[in-house]
């Protein structure tokens, strides 16, 4: 069977702003602040950028380069990536978790998106009407648990603009029409409009936070500086208890300051004491640099299988080399000068220090920033602008997630753009509106993230880079890399795709797995794992059908496709 | 904020601002390299 009519990138510069726009999400913004806090400022600095060197670049390059080499060939879907490359009848069946992850990531995806577009919204709304503004983290708290049903089940299927079920039918809709405008007039159009409105939004909160001073002279030490010292400054002055745990972290300008502030605090604490991390101590934690590692992992979408679909359809005459260092950069310069700069001084500005630590991804974002943007000047303009930036990161992401699906639909049974968008349409409008319905405690969106969004990501990056170095080789990867090419890479880069990167990649899974999955240190397994196994939870197991019944039905997808038949007759 | 913390903050991101225009100016700046041929097959070599 001939290959279907093949789309393709109208520009170079187009297919970095998708592959940027793909990797640019709420994790820049939100995730890698509150992570390069907790972990010691600038010591998490210095794991993150190894981090980049060694697994982040270098996995990126290995799907730039593969996915061209097999989009060059007729190939556009991760498991035809697979197919071409290792003559192995099953290698395609490997390659299909390249359509999975994207897919059911997809599911859930969205509906963080609703929430962002919902919030841009009610600022927007807030903007007119005062009285919608959030007068304190608990208000904030509140609005976001009715907003997104984690009370009950179904109750965030609520027809009203301050519930998730408008704004989700919303971007699932969008989502699915941009999408069916195929490659170039799809998703590279909204890449190309909506990468420089958000970099010129993200500039204009910046400059926004970076002037809040002082907001409250009843609080002297809530500021900016602050907020900026908890976030980058290498050594930390901690009051920890007799258990070791810690009980608050001071942050001040002046050492000594800092110093007696925090005596202050711990003589005030029975049993309490002070403790001061430098730099070297923080490194010497193995959790550090399981999290620097973690961020510079997801934040970069490499393992997405997103990276292999958009390369294959990349020109030769397209610099890979370079454009992966494009979007990679683009990645970097939104998450550490834009996300590292934005949130947590804003937050800390309002709140103190104490009022922000410890507050996961969706605890920031969504129950302590909106309260803060409300408080501050012109806030409603500005809480509009900078949820808008969240939306568009948000749905550049999204739409990076269909195509892989839409790609193997098309390349394993021919069926055209208007078949694949209907029947992945279909698929993951059940997907997400499972997602939407069991809210409670948002466990559904939980457990996929973890075991889709996090374990899989782990699994396929791995093969990923195993298959580059080892199988497809590294000498036809290499000059795969550089064909077309208008920089070269140094040639100390090759041992790391061989050696270094799988090496440091297979012992931050472990680390990971056996942190997580397995509970190794903790008093009692993850939470993921006994509510499958100890509690039985009924959403954790209808969670796992659901990836089943995906995984299932795309690997039925690919037996039954003649093309592949063919090429291995 | 504390001067070590500035000097991190100012090296961080510094470094992916520089890297971020670099990177911009060499894709509006350089024209991609030649094609080469395409080896006949790839999928059983």
Redesign the interface.
């Known amino acids: 069977m001939a290959p279907p009519p093949r789309d393709s990138w109208g520009s ?2 187009g297919v ?1 702003l998708a592959v940027a726009g793909s990797a640019v999400g709420l994790g820049n913004f939100i995730r890698f602040p509150g992570q390069a806090a907790q972990f010691g ?2 010591a998490f ?1 210095i794991a993150y ?1 190894i981090s980049f060197l060694i697994i982040g670049l270098p996995i990126g390059w290995a799907e730039w380069a593969m996915g061209r ?1 097999a989009g ?2 007729g190939y556009h879907s991760a498991a035809g990536v697979f ?2 490359l290792i ?1 192995w009848r099953g290698s395609k069946y490997i390659g299909v978790i390249g359509a999975i992850i994207p897919l059911v990531i997809f599911m859930y995806y969205v509906v963080i998106e609703a929430w962002t577009l919902g919030y841009t919204v009610r600022f927007v709304r807030a903007f007119f009407d005062p009285a919608l503004r959030f007068q304190t983290v608990a208000d904030s708290q509140a609005y976001f648990g009715r907003f997104v049903g984690s009370a009950a089940d179904g109750s965030a299927l609520r027809l009203d603009l301050d519930s998730l079920l408008p704004w989700l039918a919303v971007v699932v809709v969008i989502n699915l029409v941009l999408i069916y405008r195929g490659i170039s007039a799809g998703i590279q159009k909204v890449c190309e409009i909506g990468m420089p409105v958000l970099l010129v939004l993200s500039l204009l909160v910046l400059a926004r936070v970076l002037t809040l001073g002082t907001p409250d002279p009843a609080f002297p030490e809530r500021n900016v ?2 907020g ?2 908890y ?5 930390k002055t901690l009051v920890v208890g007799e258990d070791g745990g810690t009980i608050a972290e001071v942050v001040d ?1 002046d ?1 000594v300051r800092q110093r007696e502030r925090a005596e202050a605090m711990a003589a005030a604490t029975p049993g309490a004491r002070v403790e001061r991390r430098t ?1 070297l101590s923080q490194l010497a934690d193995p959790d550090l640099w399981l999290a620097a590692a973690g961020q510079i992992f997801f934040s970069l979408s490499v393992g997405f299988g997103v990276i292999l679909v958009y390369a294959s359809y990349v020109g ?4 890979i080399v ?2 992966g ?2 979007a990679s ?2 990645n ?2 939104c ?3 834009l996300g ?2 934005i949130t947590l001084p804003a937050a800390v500005a309002f709140l103190g220090v104490a009022g922000v630590a410890g507050q996961g991804t969706f605890g920031l974002g969504f129950n302590v920033l909106p309260m803060v943007f409300s408080a501050m000047p012109a806030g409603s303009l500005f809480g509009a602008m900078f949820f808008l930036v969240l939306f568009i990161a948000a749905i550049t992401s999204s739409l990076s997630m269909l195509q892989p699906g839409i790609a193997l639909l098309e390349e394993a049974l021919g069926i055209g753009r208007k078949g694949s968008v209907g029947l992945l349409g279909t698929l993951t409008a059940l997907g997400t509106g499972f997602v939407a319905w069991f809210s409670r405690d948002l466990k559904a969106l939980d457990t996929l993230d973890f075991w889709v969004g996090t374990f899989l990501i782990f699994v396929l990056a791995m093969i990923q880079i195993v298959l580059f170095g080892w199988a497809f080789g590294i000498e036809r990867g290499w000059e795969e890399l ?6 070269r890479l140094p040639r100390f880069f090759r041992p790391i795709f061989r050696y270094v990167c799988p090496g440091f990649l297979v012992t931050i899974f472990v680390l990971w797995f056996l942190e997580n999955v397995v509970g190794l240190g903790r008093t009692e397994p993850s939470s993921y794992v006994a509510d499958l196994f100890e509690k039985g939870e009924p959403v954790a197991w209808l969670c796992i059908g659901v990836v089943l019944v995906v995984s299932v039905g795309l690997a039925v997808t690919i037996a039954s496709s003649k093309r592949y038949a063919d ?1 291995e007759a | 904020m504390q001067p070590a913390g500035l000097l991190v903050m100012a090296v961080s991101v510094g470094a992916v601002m520089t890297l971020f225009l670099w990177c911009v100016w060499q894709v509006l700046t350089r024209p991609s390299g030649e094609v080469e041929e395409l080896p006949d097959d790839h999928r059983r070599s």
């Open positions: 170079r510069l970095i400022g600038g600095m950028a080499y060059q060939r197919h071409c003559p500086s602050t900026l010292g976030m980058w400054n290498p050594g300008a050492m730099m030769p005459r397209d610099d370079l454009s260092l494009t950069a683009t970097e310069f998450e550490v000068a590292g700069l550089h064909r077309g090419g208008a920089i090429d």
